[in-house]
């Protein structure tokens, strides 16, 4: 510096030394900022080998202690010994037992899968036994449960296992290409029944992991998805990849919870940069992670549907009737609850008094099944019996329900044109396989009437 600046001071004229010398800027470093910065950018992010030690430690000890008796995890929760030894029959009925149990808990609440989960084993208690049962049978147990076509993928997967005769698929390539088996579901069946150190990334893990990081960026994005599935990887415990997976679901379901985490019950709490936001910055939330996503809004549908009691014999208004049939129609084999049968029904143009909706369901009875009530039978009675709601994922249903009994007079030429003439797929049931058959919610709420 002292040879810069005599330099310096050889190149100044005579004439300017007399002037006042300016005093010199000196540039003080910044000291380093206490505050906790927001991670943006999810590529970005990594855990540190301690910080993976750690909450593998943490995580896997809480689980032990607090996780909660489920029948799909008696039957897929072995000691390493038991692993060692177990035939192929057994590994393969707890790959089984996983999988029914992860597509029975997608969009479901566990207090209701409990109850579907064993009665479904009860009955198909392998995959050889479901390969063998119908699709109706199988909507039949699935009945209340929602999102039928993930019951019609099982029957399907467990189906295509059989017939190529090599048994459970054990790695998630080979998984992945069973019909309805999708990354969740390949990695969740993979890592607890077979033990490969994969990752498992639902909802709750999406929410643990943009806590942890504090990510801010939109968790639906394609990148931030397959971020978080890195992120989840790194994390996977080598030796119990099973329960760390589902030790990091059950934190997200039961203390990491979208409204009202239980920070102070964590485990891992010390490792989380959305809980120190918070506590450094008042307008900061550990509930602001991850972002919200605003939801599509609901369409509005009206239907007009009709509860068809079909008599063989005339009746008087409000007498018993112990041989009448009721009338069931299938719906298409694609889209909403394909495949499932319901009381025949109309969608309508939007709101419609009692007049149209009769007219739409009159109109819908001649050209389906050729019941013309001014024609072909005589109407016993006809009654409005209620209005309900049934709301779908994106579809807010209104259902307007009548009633109609009917005596038929060419009662056996309507019994025989049942058999699959028409492209309509529809069929006659009495009271009793009415009560028993598995029918949707919706449907329930039409039959209570």
Same mark, same amino acid.
């Given at each position: 510096?002292?040879?810069?600046?005599?330099?310096?001071?050889?190149?100044?004229?005579?004439?300017?030394?007399?002037?006042?010398?300016?005093?010199?800027?000196?540039?003080?470093?910044?000291?380093?900022?206490?505050?906790?910065?927001?991670?943006?950018?999810?590529?970005?992010?990594?855990?540190?080998?301690?910080?993976?030690?750690?909450?593998?430690?943490?995580?896997?000890?809480?689980?032990?202690?607090?996780?909660?008796?489920?029948? +799909?995890?008696?039957?897929?929760?072995?000691?390493?010994? %038991?692993?060692? $030894?177990?035939?192929?029959?057994?590994?393969?009925?707890?790959?089984?037992?996983?999988?029914?149990?992860?597509?029975?808990?997608?969009?479901?609440?566990?207090?209701?899968?409990?109850?579907?989960?064993?009665?479904?084993?009860?009955?198909?208690?392998?995959?050889?036994?479901?390969?063998?049962?119908?699709?109706?049978?199988?909507?039949?147990?699935?009945?209340?449960?929602?999102?039928?076509?993930?019951?019609?993928?099982?029957?399907?997967?467990?189906?295509?296992?059989?017939?190529?005769?090599?048994?459970?698929?054990?790695?998630?390539?080979? *998984?992945?290409?069973?019909?309805?088996?999708?990354?969740?579901?390949?990695?969740?069946?993979?890592?607890?029944?077979?033990?490969?150190?994969?990752?498992?990334?639902?909802?709750?893990?999406?929410?643990?992991?943009?806590?942890?990081?504090?990510?801010?960026? $939109?968790?639906?994005?394609?990148?931030?998805?397959?971020?978080? +599935?890195?992120?989840?990887?790194?994390?996977?415990?080598?030796?119990?990849?099973?329960?760390?997976?589902?030790? !990091?679901?059950?934190?997200?379901?039961?203390?990491?919870?979208?409204?009202?985490?239980?920070?102070?019950?964590?485990?891992?709490?010390?490792?989380?940069?959305?809980?120190?936001?918070?506590?450094?910055?008042?307008?900061?939330?550990?509930?602001?992670?991850?972002?919200?996503?605003?939801?599509?809004?609901?369409?509005?549908?009206?239907?007009?549907?009709?509860?068809? %009691?079909?008599?063989?014999?005339?009746?008087?208004?409000?007498?018993?009737?112990?041989?009448?049939?009721?009338?069931?129609?299938?719906?298409?084999?694609?889209?909403?609850?394909?495949?499932?049968?319901?009381?025949?029904?109309?969608?309508?143009?939007?709101?419609?008094?009692?007049?149209?909706?009769?007219?739409?369901?009159?109109?819908?009875?001649?050209?389906?099944?050729? !019941?013309?009530?001014?024609?072909?039978?005589?109407?016993?009675?006809?009654?409005?019996?209620?209005?309900?709601?049934?709301?779908?994922?994106?579809?807010?249903?209104?259902?307007?329900?009548?009633?109609?009994? *009917?005596?038929?007079?060419?009662?056996?030429?309507?019994?025989?044109?049942?058999?699959?003439?028409?492209?309509?797929?529809?069929?006659?049931?009495?009271?009793?396989?009415?009560?028993?058959?598995?029918?949707?919610?919706?449907?329930?709420?039409?039959?209570?009437?």
């Amino acid at each position: 510096m002292d040879d810069i600046i005599g330099n310096t001071q050889n190149t100044v004229a005579p004439s300017d030394q007399s002037k006042k010398k300016r005093p010199r800027r000196v540039v003080r470093p910044k000291p380093k900022s206490t505050q906790v910065e927001k991670s943006d950018d999810i590529e970005d992010i990594n855990f540190t080998k301690d910080e993976t030690v750690e909450i593998r430690a943490s995580l896997l000890k809480w689980y032990d202690e607090n996780q909660r008796d489920l029948p +799909w995890r008696r039957i897929s929760s072995k000691g390493e010994d %038991e692993e060692d $030894n177990e035939d192929t029959e057994e590994s393969e009925k707890r790959a089984y037992a996983v999988w029914v149990s992860e597509v029975m808990l997608q969009q479901t609440r566990v207090q209701t899968v409990i109850d579907y989960f064993n009665k479904w084993m009860t009955k198909w208690p392998t995959l050889s036994h479901l390969a063998q049962a119908s699709l109706e049978e199988v909507n039949e147990m699935w009945a209340g449960l929602g999102y039928y076509r993930r019951a019609r993928f099982l029957l399907e997967g467990a189906k295509m296992i059989v017939e190529e005769g090599g048994g459970f698929p054990k790695a998630v390539p080979a *998984l992945r290409k069973v019909k309805g088996i999708g990354e969740y579901t390949a990695g969740a069946i993979a890592s607890i029944a077979f033990k490969e150190v994969v990752p498992v990334v639902d909802g709750n893990v999406v929410r643990v992991i943009a806590r942890l990081k504090a990510v801010s960026t $939109n968790p639906k994005e394609a990148v931030a998805v397959k971020n978080t +599935w890195k992120l989840a990887g790194q994390l996977v415990d080598l030796c119990r990849p099973g329960d760390f997976n589902q030790a !990091l679901m059950e934190l997200g379901a039961t203390v990491c919870t979208p409204s009202s985490p239980s920070c102070n019950e964590c485990p891992i709490s010390t490792k989380c940069r959305a809980l120190l936001l918070s506590r450094c910055h008042d307008s900061v939330q550990v509930t602001d992670y991850p972002m919200k996503i605003v939801k599509a809004k609901q369409r509005s549908d009206f239907a007009a549907v009709t509860v068809v %009691e079909v008599l063989e014999g005339p009746r008087m208004k409000d007498e018993a009737h112990p041989n009448s049939k009721f009338i069931l129609v299938k719906r298409a084999d694609k889209g909403l609850l394909a495949g499932l049968w319901e009381f025949p029904s109309v969608l309508l143009d939007g709101e419609a008094d009692s007049v149209t909706r009769r007219d739409a369901i009159d109109h819908y009875l001649k050209s389906a099944f050729d !019941l013309d009530p001014t024609k072909s039978c005589d109407i016993i009675s006809r009654e409005d019996v209620g209005e309900y709601v049934h709301v779908f994922t994106h579809i807010r249903l209104k259902m307007y329900v009548e009633w109609m009994v *009917l005596h038929v007079k060419c009662f056996k030429k309507l019994w025989n044109k049942k058999q699959g003439e028409d492209d309509i797929n529809w069929k006659f049931v009495d009271q009793q396989t009415l009560s028993c058959m598995g029918l949707t919610s919706g449907v329930r709420k039409k039959e209570k009437t």
